[in-house]
């Protein structure tokens, strides 16, 4: 399974999480006083806490932009407003994890920072692990997974839909994704954060973010230009299965 750079970046905090928590119950080779063992453990639960709170609102915001992208009618302004929910979930969630890292630094000193960090590095933390986002469970990504047939189109006709979908404007954006994705995991790797250089990468991260979004809703509208409403309720249908596929157990209005 290929992991994306924000994906990278998830992971490497679900690590911390449990490295802190780890922490928290044996002073092990950090060799943590146990005034600074609770510490960790409080924060352990709280970075916890919060992350779930708001990977969970991201991903409802996510599956009520799916739904609104399902009609052939587009409705503009439901899509707006989904996307808007979208994107302060996801801005929330870049913030969320400075903070954590800020809150670590005010309780671990050098030697004991570079000893958690230094457990994540190959699990999710390195730079070079960072590799292309896109926005999880997007029509365009599952569009290639769907075999033309199914659809009604000739191969010709898929194969278009599925090259127009990476135009250059898209793959300056991912690139952009990847590049400073990859810049705030080497800031977070380092005892010495530039919180400041975090929130500028923060800002251009959620700016390309809401670029990608600019442009996948563009596709949308391209997408109901090129496929009968017949055609588009077929991918409708193939795409709710995929989703479901991916994350087995999961209802409507959950994590999709």
Known sequence: MRFTGLHR???CFLLLTSLVAASAVSAGPM?????????????????RRETLRERDELMRARWALFQVYLDYDLDDRKAKAAQERVDKSQRDLLNAYLDHQL????ILNR????????RIGSRGGSPMMAGQWYEEGSLDHLLGKIPPDRLGLPPNRMKAIKNDQLGPRRRKVMEDLKRDTRRLIELYSSYDLDANAARKLIESIHGSQRDLAELNHKRQHSLRSVLTREQFERLSGELVKKMRERRPGRRPGQDP
């Open 31 to 47: 060799g943590l006083s146990p005034e600074k063992r609770e510490q960790m453990k409080s924060l352990a639960m709280d970075m």
């Open 111 to 118: 030697e004991e920072f570079e000893s958690l960090w230094s």
């Open 9 to 11: 970046l998830r992971i």
């Open 103 to 106: 809150a670590i630094r005010r």
